[in-house]
């Protein structure tokens, strides 16, 4: 399934999980000796594992997907969430189309007009260097790749658990974080939600900042949503 978002494309390949809740729930009754060939007893299970914290069973929800036309800088970002084991592959620098790559603009640089066109002055010498390198000089692409900016887009198949995903939405759907995370999980989020109904609960239920979770913010600079755990 692909969704077209504001900024690039979520596509949820389908080995990720149809019926999450459904499976946690599954899995939980193996471990409690019930039913587990009953789907509505396996559901009702499921929910009650999610309300009660129990964070063991969400690593059974695996998550696929590919992640295009977001910045270089902000995919850096994404792998610094290691809990669960992730594993993802990047588009590779050394086959970058130099003559016309695609890159983010920043919304504040692009509402300001003398700023954009430095930043897109920028860009396009970036693109003309880097393919004089190659061209005229006999510089590898491989190395002038080193030129490559942080802003240029790029795309990666990703896989991690439900666990993993609910712990990275306290974090970066947080009004302090980056612009572009909040923009890319959103975005993740939107895309889960049309998988399934149980998708859409756990998206509507479970991706939330930590401050709407633990009903108080927890960071030293807080944006003013809510009140500091010692106010």
Not at 102 to 109: H, M, N, R, S, T
């Amino acid at each position: 399934m692909a969704v077209e978002v504001s900024m690039g494309k979520i596509t949820i390949l389908e080995e990720t999980t149809k019926n999450p809740i459904s499976l946690m729930g599954q899995r939980a009754g193996v471990c409690w000796g019930a039913d587990i060939t009953d789907s509505a007893k396996n559901y009702k299970r499921g929910l009650d594992c999610l309300v009660s914290g129990h964070g063991r069973v969400m690593e059974y929800v695996n998550v696929e997907m590919v992640i295009d036309g977001y910045s270089a800088r902000v995919i850096r970002e994404w792998y610094t969430h290691l809990g669960g084991a992730p594993t993802r592959l990047q588009a590779s620098t050394r086959y970058i189309n130099y003559e016309n790559f695609a890159y983010v603009v920043p919304p504040k640089i692009a509402a300001n007009e003398e700023a954009a066109e430095r930043y897109n002055a920028m860009m396009k010498s970036i693109t003309e260097t880097c393919s004089y390198l190659e061209k005229e000089c006999g510089i590898p692409r491989e190395d002038a790749a080193m030129l490559l900016p942080l802003g240029m887009e790029t795309k990666l198949v990703d896989k991690r658990n439900l666990r993993n995903l609910v712990d990275m939405s306290g974090q970066r759907m947080c009004t302090r974080a980056y612009w572009e995370y909040r923009q890319l999980f959103a975005d993740i989020a939107q895309a889960l939600s049309q998988v399934s109904e149980e998708w859409k609960y756990i998206v509507d239920n479970y991706f939330k900042p930590k401050c709407d979770k633990v009903g108080y913010c927890t960071e030293r600079k807080s944006c003013g949503r809510m009140p500091k755990k010692n106010a």
